[in-house]
């Protein structure tokens, strides 16, 4: 892939041509129906943010023992099957295209949500209590997986990639990141195997590379995405090794042919993502820390990512709060701020469909936020939100304006003056 800091070019990945770099972030939202069904209010959801260059959804248990919380999205059944296809065809008719993360909780589970004893590497409780039906309640000590547990849970991976492709979706990225079943394998702390998939690290990234292999097998490689989020502690990971971690399961993968490999709060700035850019061969996602909700923010830490070597790059919140968050950034518009902490993960229409697009609102990109650009850029822009808000991919903002604004250096940008 041809390397560039600007976020709104359109790219590729793999046979896909997106129409700019920016990817929508897998974002569980707890509006499945309570069998992991997408719903009619899902199928809006995702279908307002089609303008994302790449939306991948929300993270899916592949099989049921490895549902973390109620309400949160499956693919395992035909019915789930079904839910999801009216999801991308709907998301396909406002001209965009989505994968699926494909989650096991592993420990991240409670019998009161699945009725089962949740299954993880080793018998070590997560260290928290967990969101039930019930409401919240002390974590369960885990079922050590046999070896055959182990072959058999990388065969669900696999059988619900081949529902996501018939689902509709372009590709399913493999969710090892956030202290879920794939990094407790990664993880000492949550790893205290002594078989073959427990120590070294070379043995701790031998359960992401297996489920990943038998991934790729089911529905291509070339369809396949890896997420990993070194070195967090997100639901009670603690890894002592991270950059040697990391080297050991790039090397397992970088022979695979992936579509790319994503990386939770890449930070350009540690040694380990550095590490990660040099040594894998492919297309790499970076999740940006973002320091603010704001439109100069997320841009800038878009460019930034992009000159950091990423190929592209995921934002969660910015697109949970603006639908039409491209067009927003492309305008320097103001972007909504996320209402309500709470509605992230529970709730209705609330905090969910209701987040209005830029036509849908009265109050338009402020005069001050476009006065801040050059005169040419005003009429251009001032043109592009004249009518009714560009919600399409054909619509999208034809400006050159939030490329040109986040090309320039730092200290003299006018976008310093917007968002
Ligand atoms: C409401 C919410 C739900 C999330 N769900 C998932 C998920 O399903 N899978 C995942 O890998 N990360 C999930 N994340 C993490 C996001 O994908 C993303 O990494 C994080 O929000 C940081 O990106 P941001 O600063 O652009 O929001 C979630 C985050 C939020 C806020």
């Not at 928290?128 to 000590?141: L, N």
């Not at 492309?330 to 993960?345: E, K, S, T």
């Amino acid at each position: 892939m041809t390397r560039t800091t600007d976020f709104l070019a359109p790219a590729r990945l793999g046979r896909l041509e997106l129409p700019h770099h920016l990817v929508m972030a897998p974002l569980t939202r707890n509006r499945a129906e309570a069998d992991g069904t997408p719903t009619d209010l899902m199928v809006t959801y995702y279908a307002q943010r089609a303008s994302a260059g790449l939306i991948i959804g929300e993270a899916s248990t592949p099989n049921a023992v490895g549902q973390t919380y109620p309400n949160v999205t499956a693919i395992h059944s035909d019915r789930h099957t079904a839910g999801w296809r009216r999801v991308t065809e709907a998301v396909r008719a406002g001209g965009g295209r989505m994968f699926l993360q494909l989650q096991h909780g592993g420990r991240v589970s409670h019998p009161a949500t699945t009725g089962l004893t949740p299954v993880a590497p080793s018998p070590v409780p997560l260290p928290e209590t967990i969101h039930t039906p019930e409401g919240r309640q002390p974590a369960v000590v885990p079922r050590e997986l046999t070896t055959d547990d182990i072959r058999a849970t990388a065969a669900d991976f696999a059988a619900a990639a081949r529902r996501a492709v018939d689902a509709g979706f372009e590709g399913v990225e493999v969710h090892s990141a956030n202290g879920h079943l794939l990094h407790q394998f990664l993880a000492g702390n949550t790893n205290r195997r002594t078989d073959g998939y427990g120590g070294s690290p070379g043995r701790r990234v031998r359960f992401t590379a297996e489920v990943t292999e038998a991934v790729a097998d089911a529905i291509g490689a070339g369809r396949v995405g890896v997420r990993i989020s070194p070195g967090t502690t997100v639901n009670g990971i603690e890894e002592d090794d991270t950059a040697v971690l990391y080297a050991a399961l790039v090397d397992r993968l970088k022979g695979l042919g992936l579509a790319y490999l994503h990386i939770v709060h890449a930070d350009p700035g540690t040694e380990v993502y550095r590490r990660i850019r040099a040594d894998w061969p492919g297309v790499l996602i970076g999740n940006p820390v973002l320091p603010a909700l704001t439109t100069e923010a997320v841009g800038r830490a878009a460019h930034d990512m992009l000159a950091a070597g990423a190929d592209l790059v995921a934002l969660g919140r910015p697109f949970l709060a603006n639908p039409d968050l491209v067009n927003r950034l492309c305008l320097g518009a103001p972007l909504n701020p996320v209402r309500d902490r709470y509605l992230m993960y529970v709730g209705g229409a609330d905090g969910y469909t209701d987040y209005p697009a830029l036509g849908d609102q009265p109050s338009r990109p402020s005069s001050d936020s476009i006065v801040a650009l050059d005169t040419g850029r005003v009429a251009r822009s001032s043109r592009a939100t004249s009518s009714a808000a560009p919600s399409t991919r054909t619509e999208f903002c034809q400006v050159t304006l939030a490329r040109s604004v986040f090309d320039q250096p730092r200290s003299s940008s006018s976008a310093m003056r917007f968002g």
